[in-house]
């Protein structure tokens, strides 16, 4: 059965064949390190996680290389606020980067090059962009000449006119063209800075990507894949970059993942409908929000919900239930890992994900299986053990395909009974605190403020009772 996948740059599913036989190299572009990961960083790096498991699970020898930003406007404006070094600042947050990543059980990459240790790699394919006509000095920075790239909009389906006629707004006096993208921006006095044959400076955000992918790679690799975010301009940008070097495409296939909506609304700072991994992590298991970033094919959006993420929490358990459940009924069996192989379900879920990495459709063979499992457990008395073990050893390779059901029950329900238990402490003092407020707000009569408090609790879901002894609330 061979893999599909969708190729961003065809706009079509295609059979996968790797450029050297039994080998795949994918390079993902990872995150700016100036703050914490958001849902957002959550979804491309389980999303692409994933796909390296699945990969593997193939028989792929697969080299993942996920880089890190770590030279950028955001983190020198961000290291400027914030009065610290923008070096420490780096360093700050790709620890922190692991820490909130590692929780949904990612597995590291192959290599993760940071863009700084790669300057001399950037310098030399600028200069090459320069020899060849492709890119040119202007005032000390450096910009790629869009007009000599005839590929230029493939990618993200633009068209280049429409494309001139939408940046004719913001004309650079340095740029030959509005179109042209920086490739070496001369350094401003107090900012990080390089030296190079245009003097000093530091990349910009584009020929980071090109010139790591292809110092790990060389001229071509199999998989580049990111957010649906970055098509354009960043990977349309990259591939007019590598093209100008070496006259073709750097990847055979562009896979890239859709967007995350919070309660149906597009995600974003100024909105405040913003939640970091760590906010998340208060409230749910990182294992429910893995399940949830997966229960959707990586190519659709997903909405976000606290809600959502509760439903999946409920469902991470039933499945650790079901591992429950079936262990103690079958005790010490032993399977092997060509037994599982061989067991019909799993060929259903790689059926699945064959088909595009559609893990939504995994999601839903597991949640069967697992209601499947349960009711054998239960009628099960004298019957097939050695059966029900298999199906039990297969139904947890499979979600380990997805990265799920790693841990234990026992562990996973402390943990998940730990999270409700503080959630639910923290609640107590905010409605204790309301309803003092409140009571004071009456008797000093300001029946707006009592008011305010009052409708407060109710959006918490918490009823007021006044009686003599003072006033009492339950939830609702
Ligand atoms: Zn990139």
Known sequence: MSLIIFNTLSGKKEVFEPLREHM??????????????????????????TIFRYLKHCGYDVTYVRNFTDIDDKIINRSNEQNTPWQDLTKKFIQAFYEDMGKLHIQSPTEEPKATDHIQEMLDMISLLVERGKAYESGGDVFYSVNSFD????????????????????????????????????????????????????????????????????????????????????????????????????????????????????????????????????????????????????????????????????????FYESLDNAGSVVGEQNISLEEIKNYAFLAKCEKAMNDDFNTAVVVAHLNEESRGINSECSRIGNGDKKNLALRLAAFKFAAGLLGLLTSSPEKIRQEIFNLRKTELELDVKKIECLINDRNRARKNKDWGRADQCRDKLTQMGVVLEDTPKGTEWKIK
């Open 24 to 49: 795949v190299g994918m390079y993902v572009c990872g995150v700016t390190v100036y703050d914490y990961c958001h849902v957002g960083h959550a979804r491309s790096g389980v999303v692409f996680d």
């Open 151 to 318: 590929g230029y909009g493939q990618l993200s389906g633009k068209n280049i006119e429409d494309l001139q006629a939408g940046a004719r707004v913001d004309v650079n006096e340095k740029k030959r063209d509005a179109l042209d993208f920086v490739l070496w921006k001369k350094s401003k006095p107090n900012e990080p800075k390089w030296g190079s044959p245009w003097g000093e400076g530091r990349p910009g955000w584009h020929i980071e990507c090109s010139a790591m992918a292809r110092k790990y790679f060389g001229d071509n690799f199999d998989i580049h894949g990111g957010g649906k975010d970055l098509v354009f301009p960043h990977h349309e940008n990259e591939i007019a970059q590598s093209c100008g070097v070496t006259d073709c495409s750097p990847a055979r296939l562009w896979v890239h993942n859709g967007f995350v909506n919070i309660d149906k609304e597009k995600m974003s700072k100024s909105l405040g409908n913003f939640f970091t991994l760590r906010d998340i992590y208060k409230k749910f298991h990182p294992e429910a929000l893995r399940l949830f970033l997966i229960s959707s094919h990586y190519r659709s959006p997903i909405d976000f919900s606290m809600r959502n993420l509760g439903d999946a929490e409920k469902v991470i358990l039933r």
